[in-house]
């Protein structure tokens, strides 16, 4: 059963409509990447053969910030970012559990009993094999198999994936993935992630500096714990539905001065548009160079040049 609208339900306290009694996949699925699509894959087979609509149940913050007292965590995709790419591979939703004190202490069988079959009406569970959840996480996957059973709930549980249609999935995981961005490896990024990592923000206004050397940026603010390393890259702009391409710059403009805290700025080849106050999807297809201080705003402006031609260079590839 497969809904035309995506659903993103927030806390419901009942099932939500468009995804009432759906097959659901459970987990952070911070990335989405490649082995939490053998999860994602697997639910949506499971409701195909059940006639059901397939949904992810999330949490938000992630629970390691919840433990933490603060956000720490480089996240990969925020919640919207994240239900973006979950409708891109063909779910009907998405569900947002607040991750509280309530739900950190709530016993493995009451989770199941109020969250998924109260709250969700769900009709089956599919996790990963190393999946854990309720207090002190209790609740294990044979728990779930065992419970699901026993209260008519289909339960899968996918065992470890090592390779996938693209090759071995075996290093894939949030964290390898973090690590390439911090190296500003963006590449690598993109192979576990099985797409180009991206950021999503409105455009601000910044200091205006690129205009003067010939080369209007948008600017955004990334989250504060973003990990990116600060260098230039070759980037794809979504607007619109199109997708341009551009180089951009992510750091603290150590040329001029110690302007505060990072900036992502992108110059888009070729566009004359107003940006201001416009959301964009900003795609990280190559790393150029690190980030670097310039004798003068002469020599800034002529690796600006470079980095312009190499960017156009690879993209147009």
Known sequence: MKSDTFVLSVDPEAPPPGIAGAVVAIGNFDGVHRGHRAVIFRAKQLAKKLGRPCAVLTFEPHPADFFAGA???FRLTSRDAKAHRLRELGLDGMVVMSFDARLAGLEAEDFLQDILLRRLGAAGVVVGYDFHF???RSGTPEFLRRRGAELGLTVEIVEKVTADEQGSIEAVS????REALAAGDVAA???LLGHPWSVTGEVIHGAKL????GYPTANLALDRNCGLRHAIYAVEVELDGARLKGVASFGRRPTVEDNGPPLLEIHIFDFNGDLYGREIE?????FLRAEEQFSSLDALQEQIRRDEAEARRILAA
């Not at 949030?174 to 993935?177: E, F, K, L, N, Y």
């Not at 690129?210 to 050397?213: C, I, K, N, S």
């Not at 900003?282 to 190559?286: G, H, K, R």
Request: net charge positive.
């Open 189 to 191: 990024a993109a192979a």
């Open 210 to 213: 690129g205009r003067t050397l």
């Open 134 to 136: 309720g207090a002190k």
């Open 174 to 177: 949030s964290t390898a993935t």
């Open 282 to 286: 900003v795609f990280f297809i190559a």
């Open 71 to 73: 956000p720490t965590i």
